[in-house]
């Protein structure tokens, strides 16, 4: 079974989805017409070009507990397992703040519109018409963000591999820093072996532009950097502009924050 979920931010820096854990979207892989339905909303998003789109592919506790991996029985497993949950966007990077709240985190600090999908399990390799459409059209203005973790399965190896390319919105593997030594080698040799052209493209090749790439990044405030780089350098947007938050009558400001942009299941 795989999973997915969307979050939205909007607003001028007021985040509109409240609960995105209870909202998570169940697919059945088997339901093609589910997952061109999915297609078809992510690329009538991209129509708005002053959104900027994630693509979180992120694993959850109870998939590596049932894994078979070389780094179980090392003393820093539990805190391997601790950094995930039941779903995808409980992924925390930095091991304190889940993936989906540093993500609305970094809509509030930077103004900038993002749509935000959580993807853990989804396995294209037999769809070709939906492979077809990542690459002609959905990765261009998408940035993935990578957990290494979750690259231990197959189906998002497959997934990510379609983004080793130059011509896609970004890639971003988000690597603690206060990560043991031995983990950090492990989760930088798995994305460095899914994403060996951008790799090399980082690396070796000095005479080209790689804003929008980065295979390590240590810290959420270097994360955060990173976003606002590719949205501007490399995908032309613009942050909204800025309103104060204290401007707002107070039944307003209540009004904003619990705003909820419901999504159609799956």
């Not at 930095?94 to 396995?123: N, P, T």
């Not at 077809?132 to 203005?141: Q, W």
């Amino acid at each position: 079974m795989a999973y997915l979920n969307r979050l939205q931010t909007d607003g001028n820096g007021n985040i509109q989805v409240v609960d995105v854990t209870n909202s998570t979207i169940t697919i059945n892989t088997a339901d093609n017409t589910a997952l061109y339905q999915l297609i078809d909303e992510i690329k009538a998003l991209h129509h708005d070009g002053k959104i900027l789109h994630l693509l979180v592919l992120a694993t959850t506790r109870d998939r590596l507990k049932g894994l078979s991996s070389p780094l179980e029985g090392e003393p820093f497993w539990p805190t391997v397992l601790a950094q995930h949950g039941p779903n995808p966007e409980d992924w925390r990077p930095y091991y304190d703040d889940k993936i989906s709240q540093l993500i609305m985190d970094y809509h509030k600090a930077s103004g900038f519109k993002v749509e935000a999908l959580f993807v853990d399990g989804w396995d294209v390799a037999n769809e070709l018409d939906i492979v077809s459409e990542i690459k002609s059209v959905l990765r261009r203005k998408t940035v993935l963000l990578v957990d290494s973790m979750a690259l231990d399965f197959a189906e998002n190896r497959t997934l990510a591999k379609l983004f080793d390319e130059d011509e896609i919105g970004g890639c971003l593997v988000p690597i603690w820093q206060e990560h043991d030594a031995k983990l950090q080698t492990h989760l930088q040799s798995k994305a460095f072996g899914v994403f060996s052209h951008l790799n090399t493209l980082f690396h070796k090749k000095f005479h080209v532009s790689c804003v929008f790439i980065e295979l390590a990044v240590p810290t959420k405030e270097l994360l955060f950097r990173r976003l606002t780089n590719i949205a501007t350098k490399h995908l032309a947007l613009q942050p909204e502009k800025r309103i104060k938050f204290g401007q707002l009558a107070a039944e307003q400001r209540a009004d904003m924050a619990s705003r909820i942009l419901n999504f159609p299941t799956l």
